[in-house]
């Protein structure tokens, strides 16, 4: 998973059934995850993104949010403005005065990253491996591990006990390096502008603009 690629395309959050999860305790939690997800009209996730390359010796963490309404999704990092209307994606890179505009691809979602903080489909076995105390708040561990081969190996959650929500989750590459998402603050059925999930291109005059729909 390259850093930059995965946040520049869709982010769809569906909520799928768990045949494939193994573990009945897993199961149960996992589910009260995609429920208390469903329960929401919209949210807004301000999270911090690191990535742990021992081997190069690297260890970087970058800042981000996105606002998230079934399909469509507006999301800001690394100096991007990422937006979905479920359909199109528009993608807008002010240091370089480039907008990018795509179809949306569900076959193709880089963001699969992302959508873990509320979607768990039956590509993924999952074990519940412990419970987890902070200070005064307990979390549950679970490990996802997918049934096809992936360029990842394992994706550790760490889910919030009491409200039900994935608080950080943990990508193991095959090649050593770890990708870890950590929520800072979640809000939730935001009162949204009307242009929260769309874009208008012609605001910018001087970027130029690349029309990969053709």
């Known amino acids: ?25 897993a199961r149960k939690i996992l ?24 081997a190069h010796k690297i260890d970087n963490t970058l800042l981000g949010s996105i606002t998230v309404q079934g399909e469509m999704y507006n999301l800001n990092f690394m100096g991007r403005n990422v937006i979905s209307d479920g359909q199109t994606i528009w993608a ?16 193709n979602d880089p ?10 489909d039956k590509e993924y076995k999952a074990k519940l491996i412990k419970t987890e105390k902070v200070g005064a708040k307990e979390f549950y561990i679970i490990d ?3 049934i096809k081969a992936k360029s990842y190996f ?15 989750a943990t990508i193991y590459e095959k090649d050593n390096v770890e990708y870890i998402l950590t929520v800072v603050k979640l809000t939730t059925n935001l009162t949204l502008p009307a242009n ?3 874009f208008n291109p012609s605001a910018y005059p001087n970027a130029d603009i690349i029309d990969n729909r053709k």
């Not at 807008?92 to 076959?107: C, G, L, P, T, Y």
């Open 31 to 54: 589910e009260g995850v995609s429920q208390k997800a469903k329960s929401f009209k919209n949210m807004k996730y301000e999270f911090n993104y690191r990535m742990v390359d021992k």
């Open 144 to 146: 996802l591990t997918p």
């Open 92 to 107: 807008h890179d002010a240091e370089a005065e480039e907008i990018q505009i795509s179809k949306r691809d569900a076959n």
């Open 1 to 25: 998973m390259k850093l930059v690629s995965i946040f520049i395309f869709l982010i769809g959050f569906s909520f799928s059934s768990f045949s494939q999860v193994d573990d009945a305790q």
């Open 154 to 168: 394992k994706v550790r959650l760490k889910i919030d006990k009491a409200g039900s929500t994935v608080q950080q």
């Open 196 to 198: 929260t999930f769309k």
């Open 111 to 120: 963001l699969s990253f992302l959508k873990l903080l509320t979607s768990f």
